[in-house]
């Protein structure tokens, strides 16, 4: 919470990183997509 009021834009840099991670993921397990929730399917 603290680095979130500190920086306002941490949360859309944690987001990106994390759409990062999850592309990465993919390039080894194109599946990956079919196990995911919804709510993550979406962001993705």
Known sequence: ???????????????????????WLRQFDPALGSTLPSELKEAA
Do not use: S, Y
């Open 1 to 23: 919470m603290k680095i979130l009021r500190g920086d306002k834009t941490a949360i859309l840099h944690a987001a990106a990183k994390a759409e990062q991670a999850v592309k």
